[in-house]
């Protein structure tokens, strides 16, 4: 009987784990400009539904830093939709470029509502509707600033990242 976890698996799931913290802790001085869907993505597309664990594992660090709070919930969700998407557009080996990129505009643009969907239930929900409408449209400059710059990191980004670390995934895993 083969083991399912094995000492590489465990590795790699610990490297992807930290890169997706790292990552997003050196650009967080940059507001909505950030490397975890790329990483999440690439990572899910190569390796797998194992990226669910690194998913889980970066939220769980980021709860350990910065304590628990909303934004949790919306990383699991969005992060791990960004996860099955990829891990599936990678078993089928879809690789029309601009296709992927609207799919990241997509998920980009749900982020802005998911996390305004969030907030504004924690809020309350008097006038959920009026209230997530405001919510929504005030963030709107800083959800755009997402969706232009995860377009443009997946363009420059996705297809080179992808051929590295299936190179990576031939040789070490």
């Given at each position: 009987m083969k083991l399912f976890w094995t000492a590489k698996k465990i590795a790699l799931c610990a490297i992807m784990t930290a890169t997706l913290f790292v990552g997003k802790q050196a650009l967080s001085m940059f507001a909505n400009i950030e490397v975890v869907t790329i990483l999440t993505a690439c990572y899910a597309y190569i390796f797998g539904p194992i990226?669910?664990?690194s998913v889980l594992g970066f939220v769980l660090l980021e709860m350990a830093i910065?304590?628990?709070?909303?934004w949790n919930i919306y990383y699991l969700i969005f992060w791990g939709l960004v996860a099955v998407i990829y891990c599936?557009?990678?078993r089928k080996k879809f690789d029309?470029?601009?296709v992927i990129v609207l799919i990241t505009i997509i998920l980009t643009a749900f982020f802005g509502v998911l996390s305004s969907f969030f907030d504004v239930c924690f809020a309350g929900f008097t006038d959920f509707f009026y209230r997530f409408g405001i919510?929504?449209?005030?963030?709107?400059?800083?959800?755009?600033?997402?969706i232009i710059s995860n377009a443009i990191i997946f363009?420059?980004?996705?297809?080179?990242l992808t051929k590295l670390l299936e190179k990576l995934k031939n040789r070490f895993y």
């Open positions: 990226v669910l664990l910065w304590g628990v709070a909303p599936f557009l990678g029309n470029l601009f919510y929504y449209a005030r963030g709107v400059y800083f959800y755009l600033i997402h363009l420059l980004l996705f297809v080179p």
